[in-house]
């Protein structure tokens, strides 16, 4: 039990970690999108672009929201591996920083940061995608992990308190239906996407059930503060 209150909060730390880190990130313009496609991959023309909004629950998010949302170009139907070297090549002559691949199909993609832009571009069986989205904000990642350790702290150490008294199941199953959904949905966005997708989709599973997760709480706690009733004790007969 302490090992799943440590999970389900760590989640639910991370979640928070990452909204808090990643405040105020702001979507390109499909303009601008449309300048650094043409800037990275010269003599190329998109067939298509659109525009990919974030959303969980069928809540769309803000658009300071960190992964709120991001332009995609479309080139051809079918890979293209060439242009993983071309990004690659023109985004080392024009100053673009932290550059690695991205695992890809029948090749890999590459991606590459500036100017609080991020840029990926994706291989497909079905064509090449470049995505130009906002960048991480700095401290990102240590509000991230902070998240997580407090919340797991915080959840091993709730699951121990509940332990300890007498209402520990109805008290667990509470918190436990009431952060599992986001929990699962979280860990699913994580392993699907990773860290190579052009943004980081961790905090958006849980903000949408904050609100029902804390009349949940409030519940779990008038649970927790009712004084438990004791079976009443047959008075002593008396002597005859």
């Known amino acids: 039990m302490v090992l799943l ?3 389900l909060l760590g989640t639910a730390g991370l979640s928070a970690g990452a909204w808090y880190g990643g405040r ?9 999108s449309t300048a650094v496609a043409e800037e990275l991959l010269p003599g190329t023309h998109a067939s298509g672009s659109m525009i990919v909004r974030g959303w969980r629950y ?3 998010l803000a658009d300071d929201d960190y992964g709120s949302g991001r332009t995609e170009l479309h080139y051809g139907e079918s890979p293209d591996c060439a242009l993983t070297g071309l990004l690659r090549r023109t985004a080392e002559s ?7 691949a991205v ?3 029948p090749c890999d993609g590459w991606r590459v940061e500036r100017d609080g832009l991020l840029v990926t571009l994706v291989q497909h069986p079905t064509g090449t995608r470049l995505a130009v989205t906002a960048a991480p904000p700095a401290g990102f990642e240590v509000a991230v992990v902070g998240g997580t350790v407090l919340g797991a702290l915080a959840g091993a150490g709730l699951f121990l308190l509940l332990a300890r008294t007498r209402r520990q199941p109805l008290a667990a199953a509470l918190v436990t239906v009431g ?3 986001g929990a699962q949905s979280t860990w699913s966005d994580l392993l ?3 860290l190579a997708a052009p943004t980081w989709p961790a905090w958006r599973a849980l903000a949408p059930v904050l609100v029902p997760w804390l009349v949940i709480a409030l519940v779990t706690a ?8 004791r079976p009443a004790t047959p008075a002593p007969a008396e002597a005859t």
């Open 5 to 7: 209150g440590a999970v």
């Open 24 to 32: 105020g990130a702001t979507p390109p313009t499909p303009e601008r």
């Open 58 to 60: 069928g809540v769309v």
């Open 94 to 100: 024009r100053g673009w920083r932290d550059g690695r």
């Open 103 to 105: 695992p890809g199909s």
């Open 179 to 181: 952060l599992l959904p």
């Open 192 to 194: 699907t996407d990773g």
């Open 222 to 229: 008038a649970v927790l503060a009712r004084p438990a009733t």
